[in-house]
């Protein structure tokens, strides 16, 4: 049996989405940062390669849009399945957290591809399992699944490049 969602369950969920969004997002702007002072901007960028400045941005831009997405769901259904739509939303701001971590603050180019490979993915899925509940909550992921795909394929150029670590040679 599904529950009726209440105006005060829709609110709380929104604060969830909200705090959980908002903490990766701060540490994935964190490691984003650290990883662009101390190595990117140093090493060489393979052709597919934005500059300095598009990965806090654009993370920030895919977050919103998940969220967006999100909340869109949450306050158009009379009902909700929460696990069915959270899980997928969950395990894609772990995925995100963990490439950024792995990626930018760790420099292991190889072990961030493996981690894309899933979270695109898991983000195809997302789109998919929020087309049952709200076909514009779904319209809303196609730019995030986009820009997942992009940093999939910019991570395996410099995988392709630099091999499996960044290394700085000076």
Known sequence: MVK??????????????????????YYSKLFI???????????????????????????????????????????????????KY???????????????????????????LLIMIPFCVLAFRTIRTFREGDAQAALILYPYFLFIVYTTFVNMSFVHEHGLTAIIYM
Request: proline share 7%.
């Open 4 to 25: 009726k969602i209440t105006e005060t369950t829709k609110y709380m969920i929104m604060g969830y989405v909200f705090v959980v969004g908002s903490v990766v997002a």
């Open 33 to 83: 940062n650290l990883g662009i002072s101390d190595w990117y901007q140093l090493i060489y960028h393979p052709f597919p390669a934005p500059g300095d400045s598009f990965f806090p941005i654009a993370w920030l831009l895919a977050d919103i849009l998940l969220g967006a997405s999100f909340f869109l769901l949450v306050l158009r259904l009379p009902s909700i399945e929460f696990p």
């Open 86 to 112: 959270n899980y997928p939303f969950l395990g894609q701001l772990i995925l995100q957290f963990l490439w950024c971590y792995t990626f930018f603050y760790c420099r292991q180019l190889g072990l961030g």
